[in-house]
């Protein structure tokens, strides 16, 4: 079992920046990549971000592309978003996720932070 805590949410202004973190624990040896994603009310959760623990590969949603980056911190089970130049309608519900080596779909999955952005 992987446990994912997600934390790093607020309230910013339009143009404005916040970093989500995910911390796992537990059979961290098993991760074999880790993403975010995000939920707006009435919508469905989408992908935004995704990095591979062995190395530095690292996909995004278009959306995104060019200002958000996930890294992973010195920490090593520890994931951050770093997300710039925000917009309202990046405001969501964002969620860490884990997927295992050998698995084709996100199996642990973080309790969400919420990114509010204001116009």
């Known amino acids: 079992q992987v446990q994912l805590v997600d934390s790093g949410g607020g309230l910013v202004q339009a143009g404005g920046s916040l970093r989500l973190s995910c911390s796992a624990s537990?059979?961290?040896?098993?991760?074999?990549?880790m993403g975010w994603f995000r939920q707006a009310p009435g919508k469905e959760r989408e992908f935004v971000a995704s990095?591979?623990?062995?190395?530095?590969?690292?996909a995004y949603a278009d959306s995104v592309k060019g200002r958000f980056t996930i890294s992973r911190a010195n920490t090593k089970n520890t994931v951050n978003l770093q997300m710039n130049s925000l917009k309202p309608e990046d405001a969501a519900v964002y969620y860490c996720?884990?997927?295992?080596?050998?698995?084709?779909?996100?199996?642990?999955w973080g309790q969400g932070t919420q990114v509010t952005v204001s116009s």
């Open positions: 537990g059979r961290t040896s098993s991760v074999y990549a």
């Open positions: 996720a884990a997927i295992e080596y050998g698995r084709s779909l996100y199996d642990y």
């Open positions: 990095i591979i623990m062995s190395g530095t590969t690292t």
